[in-house]
């Protein structure tokens, strides 16, 4: 369920905001995320912000499954704790 | 001239007669339209040559009638040139049928039968026969048109949905869902604004351009060249699966060849569709023996609407009737035919 | 397109891959709950890349496949009435219900309308303040909080006729009934992560505490989910019970609390009605008292009849994990997405519509 895509935060205005995906742009509602601010990205579910996007843990995952070797990595990436 | 389209324009008397003269003729007019005789006597030319008459029609009733990149006008002449230059022949005449909405205003109609003009010629080819008729106010969505056409298929030429082998490439022209997207942006409850543009265009001359590559090719000719055909309703995904049914052959394609402008994408993702499955109104499939691959590819490639060409998948003698995709992953899976429209999604 | 792209990167896959095969000794069968889950590992093969040791089920989180029949009969009875514009996600469109589906509605007349977002059905009701504009309210806890800010809206707006036939549900108490009914082995549960984004991680430590079942939070990427199944094995091969946030740029453990807060003020939970899994307490959304202006049920009662769910239709059983489509003995010979049955043949993420549209290898021989 809940098909929601990852967009950028190109303006806000008040409870509306534009998002840009992939060079597709929709105005949604940040009603559910009212401290959203332009650049930051969002997941988008019908029509709506449900979520900002933490690109700090998105870019730390990434690098946690490039560096995918025995060991410290499989830690990080596979237990609740999630501290290396 | 009148404001809209009235009853009495598809009466047949004065209004008709104002109709066809001040707009029709204005700018599809050429010798045989001209005449306004019951049926356009043609001595299509090449006869000589041999070879076979090809003949299709199609009627178009998208709406909205105007859209990024096209209109209804623009996409009945391009799908019926289009049809026949898939059979391999060169388009020449076509006829087409108006069906108008009462209160149609005439602005638009003008708008609509200027661009079909525009598109004839620019395909090479010429309107000579056409009828118009009146429905009351909400009997048509504003106005449908159907065309017909006839070319004829140069001697030597055969193609078919059921002439696929395996071994053949799969060639396909350029980037998938353009069109249907483009429609989807404009729809109510789905707007969104986007770069995109129905590819909306007339393919005969990519098809004279990769015909002549193969005639000219050391070890290729006409006979390499088995099939071809444009993904419109259903998309891609739904011609491959004709294809193999037909031919009785099993087709792979390679998900990551396959040309996908990125706003396609991100609308598809957007809405939950696949863009294998959306239509497209400028571009075609080739379905082709290996020593024909490279010489069509680089045809293609060199003409102006084939830049984004590539090779997506090949035909083989297992799985027959099956269509199977290769995931971006490496994984393969069932690329099977839809029950009906794809619809947008949120779970 | 970012966030997207690089959690499809196929390198990275195949590394987790061989993570899995490396790791997994003894069977699990994890369930993937969400039907997000099931299309996207359909989507981009993934069944097949996994061991053999690693076996995958369906579960409830499809809110098309587990509305019940009467709850569907409902919303075409009111579709079909006149003045009305029935407001609607596509999912729902061709789903049948004991006579004709919405969209067979829609041929005999009725006026219904695809929406991407309640907001639009909102439009739609600005711009005809003549006519009744119902929203049919599907989706699990990802989908309700962005109705109850369109409510509100529509509240702040003064706009009347305006409604909403509630059938959200909830998923917690979905995974309870499913695990107390004890029918299927589970080893683990991939968790909804789109839902997770808006309740929390926290909401699923019950899994773990009460069930001593692993939990693994996943996006809906490629990467995304293997990534949950890796840790789900992990646990399994060393006995172990947690819940793993596999999707930590979206899920944190208290979730969106705004959200939250707004599915809460609008909404009360009852008792709801799910294919396959019955009557179940606590775990669907109704309108509250003060919002009983909005509500299409109590605006809109209509008869029903009896529904009447086609005798060998076992959509229940698979929505439970107790069957797989193909065993379902309609499954492709009498049931196919041309001619669907029951819902989880029509919704794009039920699991028989998935098994029939991406097809099995070993299917084919």
Redesign the interface.
Known sequence: ???A?PGLIKWVDGMAAQVE??????TISVALTPDVRVGDYVL???GFAIGVIDEQEALETLRLLSELLEGSAEECLFSSTGEP | MDETILLAHGSGGQMSHGLIEGLFLKYLGNPILAALDDAAVVDPPGASGGGRLAFTTDSYVISPIFFPGGDIGKLAVCGTVNDLAMSGATPIYLSAGFILEEGLPLAELERVVASMAETARAAGVSIVAGDTKVVEHGKADRLFINTAGIGRVPAGLELGNDRVRPGDLILLSGTVGDHGMTIM?QR?????????QSDCAPLNGLVTAMLAALLAADDAGWGALHCMRDPTRGGVATVLNEIAARSGVGIEVEEAAIPVR??V???C????LDPLYVANEGKLLAFVSPEGAEPLLAAMRAHADGREAAIIGRVTAE?AG?VALR????????L?M???EQ????? | ?RY?DEF?D?QL??RLLDHIWARSTRRVCLMEFC??HTHAI?????R??LPPTVELRSGPG???CVTADRDLDRAIAIARLPNVIL?T???M??VPGSSGSLQEARAEGADV?????TL??L??AREHPDRDVVFLG??FET?APTVAAALLQAEAEGIRRFYVLSLHKLTPPAMRAILDSGQVGLGGIIGPGHVTTVVGSAAWEFLPREYHMPCAVAGFE?LDILRAVAALVEMAEEGRAEVVNAYSRSVRPQGNPVALAMMERVFAVDRADWRGLGSVPQSGLTLRPAYARFDAALAFPVETGPSRPHPGCRCGDVVRGVLDPPDCPLFRRVC???RPVGPCMV???GACAAW????Q?DE?G
Do not use: N, W
């Open positions: 369920m809940c098909l895509v995906i992939g060079g597709v742009e929709r988008v579910h019908t | 942006s109510e409850g789905l707007r969104f604004s986007s770069p995109l990125e706003a994408r991100a609308a993702e957007l809405l939950g799985h099956r995931t971006v992953l490496g994984a393969r899976r069932v099977s839809l029950a009906g619809l947008p999604r949120i779970c | 397109m997207l499809r196929p896959a195949r039907g997000g359909f989507r981009h093969g993934l097949q890349m499809c809110p098309v407001t996600f596509g999912d469109l061709k309308r695809i929406v991407y977002s639009d059905a439009q739609i599907i989706g989908t490629p196919t997405p041309a919704s794009a993420e029939y549209t991406y097809g290898d084919d």
